[in-house]
């Protein structure tokens, strides 16, 4: 009887007739369910050992490196076997499995699948990975920006106030009293009268031009 279980186990890879049963390197080399589920408890307990491990800051950081890639690997590798238990007709651990959490409850941060835990998160350049920025404020459309326009944009009402009015106005009577006072220093000193003397004689030239080409034109009229 004992030898009949003995060869049961070995057909179900759940005893190795060489010595302790050894995990397969594939899951799909595997046939029974029942050494599927067996398999992936085993993973479970490695991952539990070596998260443990990774918790000790004092390890230094090639080891918790280390510590975390192989941590990565066996997931995988028990994924590929919760798989293969689906394939055996056992329950879907991918679907009714608990997520991977921290000590606050969070899921575990992580890029791709990779997973990072206990120590390996705060190793250089991996917290500054994972720090969640701040959300870029929303980019304004065409009709947000015409909200902002209205009269006051295109200076209509500038002048409301009064401010503009009064500044035009001091503006004005400056300008007006600068070129009274110039105009009487002008007078004051006969430089008005040459300009009008000047401007009879400029008037009196451009006579003498317009007769003299009215005459020209007369005389090819006539020719």
């Excluded at 057909?11 to 010595?19: H, I, Q, S």
Aim: hydrophobic share 30%.
């Amino acid at each position: 009887k004992q030898w009949y279980q003995r060869r049961v186990a070995i057909t179900a890879g759940l005893l190795n007739p060489d010595g302790p049963p050894k995990r397969p390197y594939l899951a799909t080399q595997c046939n029974s369910l029942q050494a599927a589920e067996k398999w992936r408890l085993q993973i479970i307990k490695e991952i539990a050992r070596k998260v443990s491990q990774i918790q000790n800051a004092g390890l230094g950081e090639f080891r918790i490196r280390d510590l975390n890639d192989e941590i990565n690997k066996l997931i995988r590798e028990k994924g590929h076997w919760q798989d293969r238990i689906v394939e055996l007709g056992g329950p879907n651990y991918h679907k009714i499995g608990p997520k991977m959490l921290d000590h606050q409850g969070r899921e575990l941060p992580g890029n791709r699948g990779y997973k990072y835990f206990g120590a390996a998160k705060d190793l250089p350049g991996v917290r500054e990975l994972f720090e969640e920025e701040a959300p870029k404020p929303p980019r304004k459309t065409r009709a947000d920006l015409m909200k902002d326009i209205d009269a006051y944009y295109y200076g209509y009402l500038d002048d409301d106030d009064g401010i503009l009015v009064k500044l035009e106005a001091e503006a004005e009577a400056k300008a007006r009293k600068m070129a009274i006072e110039e105009w009487n220093l002008k007078k004051e000193t006969g430089e008005i009268d040459k300009m009008l003397e000047e401007d009879e004689r400029l008037e009196r030239e451009e006579e003498q031009k317009r007769k003299k080409y009215r005459l020209r034109l007369c005389v090819d009229t006539t020719a």
